[in-house]
């Protein structure tokens, strides 16, 4: 089976770390020497535009619902010539539209890490999609609906290359913000208007409007650039 041509992406915005003041007693299993990870994702400075409308802009789509499926989180962890490994897994589903929303944690040993390497898997679950979105095309006063599917795999990377010191019992955040804007990136209300209808609906997936749907995997990488801060 031919692969997906954006399996693997980027995962863009910035990457912030901040300590928590959690009573660390409410995360349950932390070794005494362990600390943990927490990993929240938020819409950032578009927030305030869902907070105000419901809904984000995008070229000439305007987008309204979506979800992620979060299968996996794997954490690769440099310290001098050691290479650590940990996993742990979410199987859960991420709306878009939440301003912040954690997705899953990981327990790491405590002591200085010289790089962290962040691999985020998405994946089916069940009947849901990996990834779903849905919005609106309107031109000459029609609106039509739209709705992005994708059922292949993504792994989302993005590499901390600063040194980390995780003190033992300490509850840390990861946030990740991300702009959902570019997703329609170069996407014109010609190729909207001349796409294939299914009872009514544009249906971009790798079955139909396949076109449309890889331009939208160029506008994943776009919104999906990593920056570590």
């Known amino acids: 089976m031919k692969q997906f041509r954006f399996l693997t992406v980027a995962l863009a915005g910035s990457l912030l770390f901040s300590a928590c003041t959690k009573d660390v007693k409410e995360v349950e299993e932390v070794a005494p020497e362990e600390s943990t ?21 995008s070229g000439p789509i305007s987008w309204s619902e979506g979800y992620i499926s979060f299968s996996d989180i ?6 001098g010539k050691q290479m650590l490994s940990f996993r742990s897994n979410i199987s859960q589903r991420f709306n878009v539209f939440d301003v912040v929303s954690t997705i899953g944690h ?11 390497l962040f691999k985020v898997k998405v994946a089916p679950l069940g009947s849901y999609h990996a990834w779903l979105m849905k919005g609106t095309y309107t031109s000459n006063g029609i ?31 990861s946030l990740i913000n991300f702009t959902l804007s570019p997703i329609s990136s170069g996407i ?6 001349n796409a294939v209808r299914t009872n009514g609906v544009i249906v ?23 920056r570590v801060s």
């Open 37 to 57: 990870l927490n990993f929240q994702m938020s819409l950032g400075e578009q927030a305030n535009e869902v907070a105000t409308t419901g809904k984000v802009q």
């Open 74 to 79: 794997t954490v690769e962890a440099v310290r």
């Open 106 to 116: 990981l327990n790491l040993p405590s002591g200085r890490f010289d790089r962290l």
């Open 143 to 173: 609106s039509t609906p739209i709705v992005v599917q994708v059922m292949e795999p993504l792994t989302f990377t993005f590499d901390h290359r600063t040194p980390m010191t995780f003190i033992p019992k300490e509850v840390m955040n």
């Open 188 to 193: 014109t209300e010609t190729m909207l208007n």
């Open 204 to 226: 971009i997936s790798h079955k139909s409007n396949t076109k449309l749907y890889n331009m939208i995997g160029d506008g994943l990488r776009k919104v999906f650039n990593i």
